[in-house]
C-alpha cells in the first residue's frame, strides 16, 4: 500500500493549522474540521500514540472500547512508514521527501559516516557524533508551532528532550501516563486557546519487543484506550481530541544479513541505510544491473524495488519538491518491505541489539494504515 498524501496524517496537521488559521501544504479532513467547528472550542489536543495502526486497534480492542467507537478512520501515513519520518511529517506538516528526516539511519556525506537521526550517533559503534548532531545541521525542520502561536498558546509534550518541540511556548518533559493527563488538563486549564501536542512512545515500544500479538502488546493498547477515556472525562466540551498514529507494526519473521550475502556485497559502495524495511542502496556503477539480478532473485517477493528516479516519479516521499538532501539519501535502488522480512547488516564493529520482533517502515496494510479519532471532553 502506498501513501494517500490527500488523506494521510499530513491532513491532521493541515486541519489543525487550519483551525487556527494557518497553512500547510497538504489537504485538511472535513472530519477533523467539522469536529472543531461544531461548537465553540477553546483547546484542542492532538495525542500521537506511536505505533498504534489501525488494524492492530481493531485486533486489540472490541468494538465498544473508547477508541474504537470514536475512530473516523482509518487515513494512510506517510513513507517510509516510520516513526522519524512520520512523526517529524506530523510536526512540522510536510512529507518526509520534503523535510528529509527519512528514516532511524542516514548516511551524510558531510562527515562520512552513517548517523541514527534522532540520537546523533554512529549507527555502528554506537558512539556520539561529537563536532556536531548532524540532523540538526543539515536537515534542520521547523515544527508548526511559530505558525499558530499568535492564535493560541502552544505545548509539546514529550517523554524525553526532543527537537520536535521546538517553537511552542510550552515545552514539556512528562514522566509516565498519570503525569501526561496532569499537564494536558493544566494546559487546557488555562486562559485562551491552547494547542496541546503530546506524544506517547506506546504501543511501539512494547510490540518492538513483543510483537503485534503478545498479551503484554494487548495490554498496552487497553492502557492507551484508558487514557483517552478518562482525559475525555476529566476535561470539557470545550477541548477537542485527535487521536492518532505515526505507523503500525507487523513481525518480522527474518532478518536477512546482507553482509553474509557475498553476491549482494560486492556491488555495493556502502552498508545499506534509512531502514530495515525501507532500504537504501548505494551500488557501483558498473554492477547496478549484478545487484538488480541478485537481489530479486533472492528477494523479489518480499521486498518492492525502485529505482532512484522511481522514488521521485511515484511521489513516494511527498508531492511537492524534496529537500535538497533527501536525493542524498535514496540511493541507486531503495528497497520496500511488502512482506514479513527485514533488511539487516552488521560490520564487524556493530554494536547492536537484539533483533526487533514487531518492526516498522515497509509497505503492508499494518504498517500504513493509522486512525484519526475525534471525541470532546464531557465533563
Not at 528529509?100 to 556520539?128: H, P
Not at 518492538?208 to 493498547?221: E, I, R, S, Y
Request: glycine share 6%.
Amino acid at each position: 500500500m502506498f501513501p494517500d498524501y490527500k488523506r494521510s496524517i499530513l491532513s491532521v496537521t493541515a486541519s489543525v493549522a487550519a483551525f487556527f488559521g494557518a497553512k500547510t501544504p497538504y489537504p485538511p479532513l472535513e472530519e477533523i474540521a467539522d469536529a472543531l467547528n461544531e461548537k465553540d472550542t477553546k483547546n484542542v489536543v492532538l495525542l500521537l500514540f506511536d505505533g498504534m495502526g489501525e488494524n492492530l486497534l481493531k485486533r486489540h480492542l472490541p468494538e465498544d472500547a473508547f477508541l474504537r467507537k470514536h475512530d473516523f478512520g482509518p487515513i494512510s501515513t506517510v513513507y517510509p512508514s516510520t516513526t522519524t519520518a512520520a512523526t517529524t511529517s506530523l510536526w512540522t506538516g510536510i512529507a518526509p521527501g520534503e523535510h528529509a528526516w527519512l528514516g532511524w539511519s542516514l548516511y551524510f556525506k558531510e562527515i562520512g559516516r552513517q548517523i541514527d537521526t534522532f540520537l546523533g550517533r554512529d549507527s555502528f559503534t554506537g558512539e556520539k557524533y561529537a563536532p556536531l548532531f548532524p540532523a540538526e545541521a543539515y536537515i534542520p525542520f521547523q515544527t508548526i508551532y511559530p505558525s499558530v502561536n499568535h492564535a493560541c498558546e502552544t505545548h509539546a509534550l514529550f517523554p524525553f528532550p526532543t527537537s520536535a518541540g521546538k517553537g511552542a511556548k510550552n515545552r514539556i518533559t512528562y514522566s509516565g501516563n498519570s503525569d501526561l493527563v496532569k499537564h494536558i488538563k493544566s494546559a487546557a486549564e488555562r486562559n485562551g486557546k491552547q494547542l496541546i501536542c503530546c506524544y506517547n512512545i506506546e504501543p511501539d515500544h512494547t510490540m518492538h519487543d513483543w510483537g503485534v500479538n503478545a498479551l503484554q502488546t494487548k495490554t498496552a493498547f487497553e492502557r492507551a484506550n484508558d487514557i483517552s477515556e478518562k482525559l475525555s472525562r476529566e476535561l470539557g466540551g470545550d477541548t477537542v481530541f485527535i487521536v492518532t498514529a505515526d505507523h503500525g507494526l507487523v513481525d518480522v519473521t527474518e532478518n536477512i544479513e546482507i553482509s553474509e550475502i557475498p553476491e549482494i556485497m560486492d556491488t555495493l559502495i556502502m552498508p545499506p541505510s534509512i531502514e530495515g524495511r525501507a532500504a537504501s542502496f548505494f551500488v557501483k556503477s558498473s554492477m547496478k544491473h549484478i545487484f538488480l539480478s541478485e537481489f530479486k532473485k533472492r528477494f523479489e517477493n518480499d521486498f518492492e524495488i525502485l529505482t532512484h528516479e522511481e522514488v521521485f516519479e511515484t511521489q513516494l516521499l511527498g508531492l511537492f519538491p524534496p529537500h535538497k538532501k533527501t536525493s542524498d539519501f535514496i540511493g541507486d535502488f531503495f528497497v520496500l518491505a511488502k512482506g514479513a522480512k527485514s533488511i539487516r547488516f552488521s560490520a564487524p564493529a556493530s554494536k547492536r541489539g537484539s533483533d526487533l520482533i514487531g518492526q516498522h517502515a515497509g509497505l503492508t496494510e499494518d504498517e500504513m494504515l493509522v486512525p484519526v479519532i475525534l471525541f470532546r471532553g464531557q465533563a
